[in-house]
Nanobody, 124 residues
Framework: QVQLVESGGGLVQAGGSLRLSCAAT????????RGWYRQAPGKQREVVAT???????NYADSVKGRFTISRDNAKNTVYLQMNSLKPEDTAVYYC??????????????????WGQGTQVTVSS
């Protein structure tokens, strides 16, 4: 069973930086995608950044040029480096891991799990 443990959230002033980490335990397999999502009070959860097994990344327009997602396959860990933080980045950040034989076929997805969430607060 795949489990995710997040760390790295906190309080930072606008313009500052934080790095989030998400370590996966269990058998994640070779075909998998990882991502970071966030949910601000009163809003729906939204995607922040994703990275697939081949290393291809995608970012929400609101964070392009400021956030970087990366992965260390040897450690089964994904990172989110957040620079030039803004008060509107304040949210609970969740990491996600999805894996299976074909991530585009729902019946072929073997796991789709979430971390516990970590609070990021950016003060103005």
């Amino acid at each position: 069973q795949v489990q995710l443990v997040e760390s790295g959230g906190g309080l930072v002033q606008a313009g500052g930086s934080l790095r989030l980490s998400c370590a996966a335990t269990g058998s994640i397999g070779s075909i998998h995608a990882r991502g970071w999502y966030r949910q601000a009070p009163g809003k729906q959860r939204e995607v922040v950044a994703t990275i697939n097994g081949g290393g291809t990344t995608n970012y929400a327009d609101s964070v392009k040029g400021r956030f970087t997602i990366s992965r260390d396959n040897a450690k089964n860990t994904v990172y989110l480096q957040m620079n030039s933080l803004k008060p509107e980045d304040t949210a609970v950040y969740y990491c996600n891991a999805k894996g299976g034989s074909n991530l585009y076929v729902p019946s072929a997805i073997e796991y789709d799990v979430w971390g516990q969430g970590t609070q990021v607060t950016v003060s103005s």
